[in-house]
């Protein structure tokens, strides 16, 4: 079974051709910054036979160019991984939300309907997959389309870590508790880390310009760090993460509009508004070395977050195996590893030193005495959408 996996973004496209269940990666593509004029890029790459192209500075004007260009690699004679994109047999959307579907569904019109209903929670996310699913149904009408929600792999964790202390009629008739998300991401780390060995109970550390902290006993997700949208949890690159909702109500009185506050801190809060440098964990690393005292605390004050995190679930899971780092964060800021493990002493994490900084560490870089394995997975949603899409019964 080939399966395409399609990970949608505001202004991206990135795509992974898999056979199925052989998890068999044949080829890959990636497209930013989609609706620019002319600084467009385009990089895709054929996995079976190694030959890679890029076009840069050119005008992708939407998504349905950036998708035909991709179908069109897909057959050309020099690149080209099938004869017909009618070999592709179905198609997996690494999808956010939707209203009433937590967990892997057929692309139906009620699902989408759904998405469409939590708009308003997830604007910028679900805008992006209406309008790419909606290309794909025109474009591959007869291929059927999966969504694998990232709320899929967290409808496992307890009633009682979901509800808010809300009235419970919100609860009922709005949905309000915490939806959780990254599950791609966290689901595939709570296969993965098998591997390792101890991975009875996992704390998976997914660190991005979005980030989360999921707790994982036995494969399957328990708590997570997200809750009702994706504004919350931990600081994020721009999003301000928790916050107290009482603020935005002294916000408003303080006349601030609906339509500032929400910039603020959807746009222009996390790492970028407590710096005012930026919202790259390497620029705000640099500055604080300079002594920008704000990029600093931007700085502590997000290991902060995941120390408290790792803390809580630590609680939650009597105990801790594994401890997971992934996301581009994740994988390649040595200094936050650092940061967050040496506060975790008191938990059994050790590093080792010299795994923890070496140039592209995979796999186990605690010390051979630590109590709780510390590894590094890299990220692979992508696969993780096509398994989930693969063993979707139709």
């Given at each position: 079974?080939?399966v395409?996996?399609?990970n949608?973004g505001?202004?991206s496209?990135?795509?992974?051709?898999?056979?199925?269940?052989?998890?068999?990666?044949?080829?890959?593509?990636?497209i930013?910054?989609v609706?620019s004029?002319?600084?467009?890029i385009?990089a895709?790459?054929?996995?079976?036979?190694?030959?890679h192209?890029?076009?840069?500075?050119?005008?992708?004007?939407?998504?349905?160019?950036?998708?035909?260009?991709?179908?069109?690699?897909?057959?050309?004679?020099?690149?080209?991984?099938?004869k017909?994109?009618?070999e592709i047999d179905?198609?997996?959307?690494?999808?956010?939300?939707?209203?009433?579907?937590?967990?892997v569904h057929e692309?139906?019109?009620?699902?989408?309907?759904?998405?469409?209903?939590?708009l308003?929670?997830?604007?910028?996310h679900?805008?992006?997959?209406?309008?790419?699913?909606?290309?794909?149904?025109?474009?591959?009408?007869?291929?059927?389309?999966i969504?694998?929600?990232?709320?899929a792999?967290?409808?496992?964790?307890?009633?009682?870590?979901?509800?808010?202390?809300?009235?419970y009629?919100?609860?009922?008739?709005?949905g309000?508790?915490?939806?959780?998300?990254?599950g791609?991401s966290?689901?595939?780390?709570?296969?993965?880390?098998?591997?390792?060995?101890?991975?009875?109970?996992?704390?998976?550390?997914?660190?991005?310009?979005s980030?989360?902290?999921?707790?994982i006993q036995?494969s399957?997700?328990?708590d997570?760090?997200?809750g009702f949208?994706?504004?919350?949890g931990?600081?994020?690159?721009?999003?301000t993460?928790?916050?107290?909702?009482?603020?935005?109500?002294?916000?408003?009185?303080?006349?601030?509009?609906?339509?500032?506050?929400?910039d603020?801190?959807?746009?222009?809060?996390?790492?970028l508004?407590i710096?005012g440098?930026?919202n790259?964990?390497?620029?705000?690393q640099r500055a604080a070395?300079?002594?920008?005292?704000?990029?600093?605390?931007?700085?502590?004050a997000?290991?902060s977050?995941?120390?408290?995190q790792?803390?809580?679930?630590?609680?939650?899971?009597?105990?801790?195996?594994q401890l997971?780092?992934?996301?581009?964060?994740g994988e390649?800021?040595a200094?936050?590893?650092?940061?967050?493990?040496?506060?975790?002493?008191h938990?059994?994490?050790?590093?080792?030193?010299?795994?923890?900084?070496?140039?592209?560490?995979?796999?186990?870089?605690?010390?051979a005495?630590?109590e709780?394995?510390?590894?590094?997975i890299?990220?692979?949603?992508?696969?993780?959408?096509?398994r989930?899409t693969?063993?979707?019964e139709?």
């Amino acid at each position: 079974m080939k399966v395409l996996a399609a990970n949608v973004g505001s202004t991206s496209l990135k795509f992974k051709l898999f056979e199925m269940p052989e998890e068999t990666a044949l080829c890959e593509a990636k497209i930013e910054r989609v609706g620019s004029r002319d600084k467009a890029i385009f990089a895709y790459g054929s996995l079976v036979t190694g030959k890679h192209y890029r076009l840069e500075g050119q005008c992708i004007p939407d998504y349905t160019t950036g998708i035909r260009m991709f179908l069109d690699a897909l057959v050309s004679g020099e690149y080209g991984v099938i004869k017909s994109v009618g070999e592709i047999d179905r198609i997996g959307f690494k999808t956010v939300l939707s209203k009433g579907f937590y967990g892997v569904h057929e692309l139906t019109d009620a699902v989408m309907e759904g998405m469409r209903d939590y708009l308003f929670i997830a604007p910028v996310h679900n805008a992006a997959y209406l309008e790419a699913i909606g290309q794909f149904d025109s474009l591959l009408p007869d291929v059927p389309k999966i969504g694998v929600f990232e709320t899929a792999f967290h409808t496992t964790i307890p009633t009682e870590r979901r509800i808010y202390g809300v009235p419970y009629e919100w609860y009922e008739k709005y949905g309000l508790m915490r939806m959780g998300y990254h599950g791609a991401s966290h689901g595939y780390i709570a296969q993965e880390s098998r591997a390792y060995g101890k991975a009875g109970r996992v704390i998976s550390c997914h660190l991005g310009g979005s980030c989360s902290v999921c707790a994982i006993q036995d494969s399957r997700s328990v708590d997570t760090s997200f809750g009702f949208s994706l504004q919350s949890g931990l600081i994020h690159a721009n999003r301000t993460g928790d916050a107290d909702p009482y603020m935005i109500l002294f916000l408003q009185s303080e006349g601030l509009s609906a339509e500032e506050i929400e910039d603020g801190l959807s746009k222009h809060g996390g790492l970028l508004g407590i710096s005012g440098v930026s919202n790259d964990m390497r620029d705000l690393q640099r500055a604080a070395e300079s002594g920008n005292e704000r990029a600093r605390l931007a700085v502590d004050a997000f290991v902060s977050g995941i120390i408290k995190q790792v803390g809580a679930f630590y609680a939650e899971l009597g105990g801790l195996d594994q401890l997971v780092f992934t996301g581009g964060i994740g994988e390649h800021s040595a200094f936050v590893r650092n940061a967050v493990c040496s506060q975790l002493r008191h938990l059994g994490i050790e590093l080792d030193e010299e795994k923890n900084s070496s140039s592209a560490p995979v796999g186990v870089i605690s010390a051979a005495g630590s109590e709780a394995l510390v590894t590094v997975i890299p990220a692979n949603e992508e696969l993780g959408v096509a398994r989930e899409t693969a063993a979707y019964e139709l």
